[in-house]
């Protein structure tokens, strides 16, 4: 059975770090591209960051620069560190994995809850 495993959540109060990790199950084949996306409360998830198999990164605008992605390949693994934590970036966090044809999947995690006092 496919899974995303995330862990790292809590509460943390505001210009605190948290790293956030997802580990895929060893019957997911490597995924092109991992990634991060987050909602809050009545508003539509969005993407955080996202990394492509060759190390590619991607930011939105309001965690560039506070944020950071990795992947660790041979673990099947994608890691969020972020810092400077405002309590704005409060949202339940998924990882994504992607992979295009042949083996085409979009899994995703059942999400951790990232909470950031003021």
């Known amino acids: 059975q496919v899974q995303l495993v995330e862990s790292g959540g809590g509460l943390v109060q505001a210009g605190g770090s948290l790293r956030l990790s997802c580990v895929g199950s060893?019957?997911?084949?490597?995924?092109?591209?991992m990634g991060w996306y987050r909602q809050a409360p009545g508003q539509q998830r969005e993407l955080v960051a996202a990394?492509?198999?060759?190390?590619?990164?991607n930011y939105a605008d309001s965690v560039k620069g506070r944020f950071t992605i990795s992947r660790d390949n041979a673990k099947n693994t994608v890691y969020l560190q972020m810092n400077s934590l405002k309590p704005e970036d409060t949202a339940v966090y998924y990882c994504?994995?992607?992979?295009?044809?042949?083996?085409?999947?979009?899994?995703w995690g059942q999400g951790t809850q990232v909470t950031v006092s003021s």
């Open positions: 990394i492509t198999s060759g190390g590619n990164t």
């Open positions: 994504n994995f992607k992979r295009s044809p042949p083996i085409r999947y979009d899994y």
């Open positions: 060893r019957s997911i084949v490597s995924p092109n591209a």
